[in-house]
């Protein structure tokens, strides 16, 4: 029996510390030119697998990877953990109940944005010619695997390039995230499905339903019973002070590793059981941004870049890369995904000027494109050239998303944000508690100005809103908006709490700036353009420090109009 060396150890840390290095150092590089680090993770594998290292120093190769049974196993443990703690974060980012709440237009769009392209996928695939199978016999399963590919959306790099364009906390930013939530469960339970059906293989019919019919039932307990349960798990250890984020960290990965057990058992795959695991803990409202931001910030900074790297050690990339099934997989999967979410888009009510954005959001691919990838090469499913293709077609979906979004964007007819700040509609300081008691003032500074008059009606459109998701931002800002009926023109007041008010912040620090955004119902994406602004303005350390400073309101208002006045030069507008 093979015993685990001073040497194989030696060889895992040095694999360890080059793979983990490199990748943080490119996807910071990749980051700052708006990239997801996910292509600088596999590069980085690329770069020292067998495709360039292997090739022009195998020797260098072969003794930092050795092909050698412990050596490969040690690190394909390490690598498999990123998986499990990916697919959790990610269902930690899922907020079920309020995709649930918005399920007419969310659904409408995730429905859409999986049937069609599931549908024309499918039939795209039933038609690659057999040297691109694995097993010819198999052309069913491979056609649905495809299928379930160029469906499934990557949440994770749309919410970054959200986060980037400042659109994350607006109605817009809401809308697709909850809809790609929605998008992702139904994915993944496909694939989990269509791996299951190829498994299976051979097995009777009875047997075959009775495993859809257990996955079903998995999936219904834990989006329904086992929300519950994991909530009041939570506001258990909360209510004994135990310490956090290690708490809550190791509850949910406790909980993955159960519901990958019980998924195993039903016949799904064990990453589908951590995936619906992160949803059940994200559900508890007890959970602290701060604690899921920490979690997040853990699990991409470690786990995540060792995994993606370990790909790239797998095998020669320009030996299996066939270009023009790389064109079809990218092409494919960009405009399949983008006419299905935009035919759902129309039966929405979202304005005509958001309605392409949306459908933008959800052409990327990424992580979990791959993921799916390498689980059906290692069950034969796909040859390494159609692996390969995922992979170059999830990188190339995931690069094109970002600056696509951005010039749709920056092609929206500017309005004069400043407009609509309300002059008399300052209020410094502000002494509140709560951020309940801060909206309940501003909703009647803001229904005095805009002629409402009915300050109940104000607070309440804004504070199911909030509700629905917070909308603190990062460095004390935090913008909570409505819509409200009877409201002629957009309206936006300003308070200013020194101390600083508790809104669940994503960086854990109160809201020093509170922005209240009105706007009518039927807005026409204005109110998209007033958040990205004031998050843009908010920035800005001087025009922070030139608020903290103010001594009074007018001070403020001319630091905004300054503010704003040098945004329009720099939009050229």
């Known amino acids: 029996m093979p015993f685990m060396t001073d040497h194989h150890l030696f060889i895992f840390l040095l694999q360890i510390f080059l793979l983990l290095g490199l990748s943080r150092l490119g996807g910071e590089v990749f980051n700052r030119f ?27 190769h072969a003794f930092i990877f050795p092909n050698e049974i412990i050596q490969q196993t040690m690190f394909e443990t390490v690598a498999w953990m990123g998986a499990f703690f990916l697919l959790l974060e990610t269902g930690l980012e899922i907020d079920f109940s309020s995709a649930w709440r ?130 009041w798990a939570v506001n258990q250890m909360k209510a004994l002070k135990l310490p956090e984020p290690a708490s809550s960290l190791t509850y949910i990965f406790l909980l993955g590793v159960l519901c990958a ?57 320009l030996k299996y890369f066939d270009p023009w099934l ?60 159609v692996f390969i293709a995922i992979v170059f077609g999830a990188l190339i979906t995931a690069i094109v998303m970002g600056p696509w979004l951005s010039w749709r964007i920056a092609k929206r ?34 229904s005095d100005e805009s002629g409402i008059n009915d300050e109940d009606l104000v607070a309440n459109a804004v504070l199911q809103r909030e509700n629905l998701m917070g909308t603190a931002i990062e460095d004390g800002v935090a913008l909570p908006h409505g819509r409200v009926e009877g409201l002629r023109k957009p309206i936006v007041v300003f308070a200013r709490s020194l101390s600083g008010v508790e809104w669940n912040s994503p960086d854990g620090k109160p809201s020093q700036f509170i922005f209240l955004i009105l706007t009518p119902l039927e807005d026409d994406g204005v109110h998209v353009q007033i958040l990205r602004a004031i998050a843009q303005v908010m920035q800005d350390p001087t025009n922070i420090q030139n608020i903290l400073n103010a001594k009074e309101s007018e001070q403020i208002w001319h630091t905004f109009q300054n503010a704003f006045t040098q945004l329009y030069v720099k939009r050229g507008v």
């Open 34 to 60: 708006h990239q997801p680090a996910l292509t600088a993770e596999i590069f980085v594998g690329i770069l020292l697998g067998p495709t360039v290292l292997g090739h022009f120093f195998p020797a260098i």
């Open 102 to 231: 918005q399920r007419g237009d969310a659904l409408k769009i995730a429905l859409a944005d999986t049937l069609i392209p599931m549908i024309l996928g499918f039939a795209l695939a039933w038609f690659l010619p057999d040297q691109y199978l694995a097993a010819p016999g198999q052309r069913l399963s491979f056609a649905l695997f495809i299928a379930v590919i160029l469906t499934t959306s990557a949440m994770p790099i749309t919410a970054r390039v959200l986060h980037d364009l400042n659109l994350n906390k607006t109605d817009l930013g809401f809308l697709i995230m909850s809809a790609l939530s929605v998008n992702d469960i139904i994915g993944w339970l496909l694939f989990t499905l269509v791996f299951g059906f190829f498994v299976q293989t051979g097995a009777s019919i009875s047997s075959i339903l009775g495993m859809f019919a257990g996955a079903l039932a998995f999936v219904l307990f834990c989006l329904t019973i086992g929300r519950f349960l994991s909530n």
């Open 261 to 317: 057990a019980a998924a195993k058992q039903v016949g799904l795959h064990a990453l589908f059981g951590f995936f619906l695991a992160g949803i059940m803990a994200g559900e508890a409202r007890s959970l602290s941004e701060k604690t899921r931001q920490t979690i997040s910030q853990m699990v991409y900074a470690i786990f995540v870049p060792l995994f993606f790297a370990g790909i790239g050690l797998k095998m020669d990339f």
């Open 326 to 385: 790389v064109l079809f997989i990218s092409a494919a999967g960009i405009g399949l995904r983008f006419f299905g979410a935009w035919v759902g888009v129309q039966f929405t009510n979202v304005p005509k000027v958001n309605r392409s954005a949306v459908a933008i959001a959800h052409t990327p691919g990424g992580m979990m494109e791959i993921v799916m990838g390498l689980l059906a090469l290692e069950y034969h499913l796909i040859t390494p050239t």
């Open 413 to 446: 007819s500017h309005v004069s944000v400043f407009e609509y700040f309300a002059r008399r509609g300052i209020v410094i300081p502000l002494r509140v508690k709560t951020r309940d008691e801060a909206i309940m003032q501003l909703a009647k500074v803001a």
